[in-house]
T-cell receptor
Framework: GEDVEQSLFLSVREGDSSVINCTYTDSSSTYLYWYKQEPGAGLQLLTY?????DMKQDQRLTVLLNKKDKHLSLRIADTQTGDSAIYFC????????????FGTGTRLLVSP | DGGITQSPKYLFRKEGQNVTLSCEQNLNHDAMYWYRQDPGQGLRLIYY???????QKGDIAEGYSVSREKKESFPLTVTSAQKNPTAFYLC????????????FGEGSRLTVL
């Protein structure tokens, strides 16, 4: 079945690291994505990881993938107040077209 | 600048009325999508279109209809048959239907009075 789960809320202080976790169900997913949604806006792609990778780093962002446990995480280093947003993980499922199954989203609140 | 434009940003509807949400893209993308977002839930796929004049139902198509007469445009009609239409609606596009990232519009918030 299709089910991507995330915790709903995370609160950190400015300058700390944030770790947002996600579990997914489809072991055949080819790509896993992290999207960011700012208040009242659409989603923007932050980063993605191919399923044969364990880790991907992109500036302050580090994505870790544990295929055995179907666990994906996003670490944001030196979190800033501008990072406050909802973060969605998504898995791609090839069903004749690229269907993205999104998680429930984690609301990150960064306090000064 | 290339992008996706959704309108209106806010819309109020009385029960029993149909409303149409506009989605226009100038990215020359083949594939377009409509998602619905409810608080505390992930995005759910309503309809998608891989090419002009073709579209398929997503996971929650009941009470919705779409058309794809032009590559740039993918309007969504929320009909009176949709039992719980109050939500945030997001339109997206991608270069192809089997690769790449989704580009999202800013969303349309529909409230049924």
């Amino acid at each position: 079945g299709e089910d991507v789960e995330q915790s709903l809320f995370l609160s950190v202080r400015e300058g700390d690291s944030s770790v947002i976790n996600c579990t997914y169900t489809d072991s055949s997913s080819t790509y896993l994505y992290w999207y960011k949604q700012e208040p009242g806006a659409g989603l923007q792609l932050l980063t993605y990881i191919f399923s044969n990778m364990d880790m991907k780093q992109d500036q302050r962002l580090t994505v870790l993938l544990n295929k055995k446990d179907k666990h994906l995480s996003l670490r944001i280093a030196d979190t800033q107040t501008g990072d406050s947003a909802i973060y969605f993980c998504a898995e791609s499922m090839m069903t004749g077209f690229q269907k993205l199954v999104f998680g429930t989203g984690t609301r990150l609140l960064v306090s000064p | 600048d290339g992008g996706i434009t959704q309108s209106p940003k806010y819309l109020f509807r009385k029960e029993g009325q149909n409303v149409t949400l506009s989605c226009e893209q100038n990215l020359n993308h083949d594939a377009m999508y409509w998602y619905r977002q409810d608080p505390g839930q992930g995005l759910r796929l309503i309809y998608y279109s891989q090419i002009v004049n073709d579209f398929q139902k997503g996971d929650i198509a009941e009470g919705y209809s779409v058309s794809r007469e032009k590559k740039e445009s993918f309007p969504l009609t929320v009909t009176s048959a949709q039992k719980n239409p109050t939500a945030f609606y997001l339109c997206a596009s991608s270069i192809g239907s089997n690769t790449g990232e989704l580009f999202f519009g800013e969303g349309s918030r529909l409230t049924v009075l």
